[in-house]
């Protein structure tokens, strides 16, 4: 289970979502299927490819991993399985996972306001507006923390960088295996060398978005107006404490 953001968090990335356990995404690794095949695993871009879902901690270490669904299936389809199956996702009561508009904002999913903007290069030279807006810029910097490690997996590991030769089960092996020993590098390496680079490998990265025991979790993806009035009295709160730091 990873580390849970607590009130007394210090990280400025991360204090304003207690009880957030990392962020989720979905990634796309480009496969040769056979021609019959192609239609199912052609994604958004025109390639074949398999949709992989990565979970992953402030650390930037994998938690949860589901690859093998075809390029076409959508992020939101994915997680579903993801919450459903035997070796599920588990996401406790009262803690949830960072998102993009991919997937729904539910229990133990929180997305960003739809419509409002988002992106970290839309705040370079902007400073929020109203507490959407506050609540996006604060959840995109922390929500990014994914795709710095699914870029830090692919500046890893050439062999998921270029379409696969491989059949299926055993490019979803081949992608399991890198993810693990990516987590075994980030646990036992004070410095991980590549991170250094990793800024400038982002920047020429396409973006794949737009890129324990029987505790009481999360098993479904419906949307509620609890949830929602839920984020946006947290959202009224962070937008509220950062006009006062503003005042003095």
Known sequence: MPTVVTDEEADPRWEKFPGCLGALDGTYIDVHVPTTDKGRYMNRKGQCSVNVLGVCDRNMQFVYVLTGWEGSAADSRVLHDAVNRANELKVPRGNYYLCDN????CEGFLTPYK???YHLNEWTARQPQNFQEYFNMKHTRARN???HAFGLLKMRWGIICGPSWYDIQTTNQIIMT?????NY?????DVDPLESSLDDYMATLASDGDM???ADIVDTLDSTSEWTVWRDTRALNMYNDWRTSLNG
């Open 102 to 105: 991919g997937y729904p904002n």
């Open 115 to 117: 419509g409002v903007r």
């Open 185 to 189: 590098i980030r646990r036992e390496m």
């Open 178 to 182: 890198c993810c693990l020993i990516h």
């Open 212 to 214: 324990t025991g029987n």
């Open 145 to 147: 923390v994914i795709e």
